[in-house]
């Protein structure tokens, strides 16, 4: 059994989707990071950087969104080409979300929401990377249903940061590939379940 520890963050949403696409069963177990859970002694345990999501299978704790991914698509041999181009194009949009929505959106949010002072030069360069890197996006998605061949883990893994970032933006019109591409991927029943179960459990936190 896994058992899967994240919040409800778009890194957190990652594996909850990814579990569910799968169909691997799962025991979820909810950090607040608002409260600190996240510097435990027992999730430092499971992730010595204090970060969500982490899983521990069989014995194995993983941690790292991308890692997570990875292993849970070679465990099931599903969302990963075995081989070829496809392979190399999964691999490398989702090092593109690891070192680019995800920190440039995550910075933008920080300085434009949470920062102490405003500081107008951390705001307009994190909103320009983050327009800049979902103009990336798609630029990739014209004329494509994927980001690399058929739905995969690039895709589990781009979705939420994507979201995130166009929502914040009110860029839909600017970005009309990207656009379509989150509602096919926000359509899919598994990741439809997967947001649910991820609101009912913090919901049920009180």
């Known amino acids: 059994m896994i058992d899967l520890y994240t919040w409800t963050t778009p890194n957190g949403e990652k594996p909850i989707i990814m579990l569910e696409e799968v169909g691997l069963p799962y025991t979820l177990h909810l950090v607040d990071i608002g409260a600190g859970a996240q510097k435990l002694p027992e999730f430092l345990a499971i992730n010595p950087n204090g970060r969500i999501p982490a899983i521990t299978d069989e014995g194995q704790r993983v941690f790292e969104s991308g890692a997570i991914l990875v292993h849970l698509a070679e465990k099931?041999?599903?969302?990963?080409?075995?081989?070829?181009?496809?392979?190399?194009?999964?691999?490398?949009?989702?090092?593109?979300?690891?070192?680019?929505?995800?920190?440039?959106?995550?910075?933008?949010?920080?300085?434009?929401?949470a920062a102490p002072e405003a500081l107008p030069y951390a705001i307009e360069r994190y909103r320009n990377e983050t327009r800049r890197l979902l103009g990336v996006l798609d630029g990739r998605l014209e004329g494509r249903d994927?980001?690399?061949?058929?739905?995969?883990?690039?895709?589990?893994?781009?979705?939420?940061?994507?979201?995130?970032g166009l929502a914040e933006l009110g860029a839909e019109e600017e970005f009309p590939a990207l656009a379509a591409w989150i509602g096919r991927i926000g359509a899919r029943p598994q990741v439809i379940a997967a947001l649910e179960k991820l609101a009912a459990a913090k919901k049920a936190l009180g």
């Open 146 to 164: 994927f980001l690399a061949g058929d739905y995969s883990i690039a895709d589990v893994m781009n979705f939420s940061w994507a979201k995130t």
């Open 76 to 113: 099931t041999g599903k969302l990963l080409p075995a081989t070829g181009t496809d392979r190399t194009e999964t691999f490398a949009w989702m090092f593109f979300q690891a070192g680019g929505t995800g920190p440039m959106i995550s910075q933008w949010h920080h300085f434009k929401s």
